[in-house]
C-alpha cells in the first residue's frame, strides 16, 4: 500500500479500534477512555455541555485528520522514559501495534470547541483549578454560530473540534483501514466505501 496524504472529501472524522466497531449507534463512554488522567477535563466538558462527548475532528486537511490519531498505528515509537538519568525511547514490538479504524461523515451535530485552548481545562483540572468563565469561553466560544465554526476549520484559523454524545457509525460516509484483513472485517459488518490507506506518521 502506497502512504497517502492526509486529505479527505469529509468534513467529520473519528477514530477508534477496531475492537469497539460496530454497525450501530457508538454511545460516548469513559470507560473505554485510554488516557485517564483526562478523566477531570472530560467531567468538567460534560458539566459545560450536557453530556460525555466523543471528540471529533473538523476539516478535510492533515492538521485535522491527524488529531483523530489515524496515523498512530505505524507509529514504531510510543514515548520513554528515564532511566538511571538517561531518557530511553520505548519502542512497539511485533504484535502490539494498535488496529485502527477512521470514520468519515459529511454531517453531524453537536457541540463546537476550540482544541487549541483545550489544554487550558486540561492543565486545570489536572492541578486541581477552577476553569474560569473567560476561559470557558475560549474553549466552547458560545457566541459563534455552526457557520463560523465551519468557516474557521476549513480556513485552517482554528483547529476545531465537535463534541457529540453519540456516533452514528453506519452513516458514516467514508471508512479508511489499515490493510485488506481488516476491510474484510468491516466490510462484513455491513459497511460500504471502505479504503485501504496508509498515511505517513506525523
Not at 92 to 100: A, I, M, V
Request: overall charge neutral; some cysteine; charged content about 20%.
Amino acid at each position: 500500500m502506497i502512504p497517502r496524504s492526509f486529505v479527505s472529501p469529509y468534513l467529520f472524522h473519528h477514530c477508534m479500534p477496531l475492537s469497539l466497531v460496530t454497525p450501530n449507534t457508538v454511545r460516548a463512554d469513559p470507560a473505554h477512555s485510554t488516557e485517564t488522567y483526562l478523566l477531570p477535563a472530560y467531567e468538567w466538558l460534560e458539566e459545560q455541555i450536557g453530556f460525555f462527548p466523543h471528540f471529533v475532528a473538523v476539516g478535510t486537511d492533515e492538521s485535522a485528520l491527524s488529531r483523530t490519531g489515524y496515523q498512530d498505528q505505524w507509529s514504531v515509537w510510543t514515548g520513554g522514559d528515564f532511566v538511571n538519568g538517561k531518557y530511553q525511547k520505548n519502542y512497539r514490538k511485533k504484535g502490539e501495534y494498535p488496529n485502527l479504524v477512521l470514520f468519515s461523515f459529511d454531517h453531524l451535530e453537536g457541540e463546537f470547541m476550540d482544541h487549541m485552548n483545550w489544554h487550558i481545562a486540561i492543565n486545570a483540572c489536572i492541578n486541581g483549578h477552577s476553569v474560569t468563565e473567560r476561559e470557558m469561553r475560549m474553549i466552547l466560544r458560545p457566541s459563534w454560530t455552526r457557520q463560523r465554526w465551519l468557516r474557521a476549520a476549513m480556513t485552517g484559523r482554528h483547529s476545531v473540534e465537535l463534541l457529540v454524545p453519540e456516533l452514528p457509525l453506519h452513516r458514516a460516509a467514508g471508512v479508511w483501514v489499515r490493510n485488506r484483513a481488516t476491510q474484510k472485517l468491516v466490510e462484513k459488518q455491513g459497511f460500504r466505501n471502505v479504503e485501504i490507506v496508509r498515511t505517513q506518521v506525523c
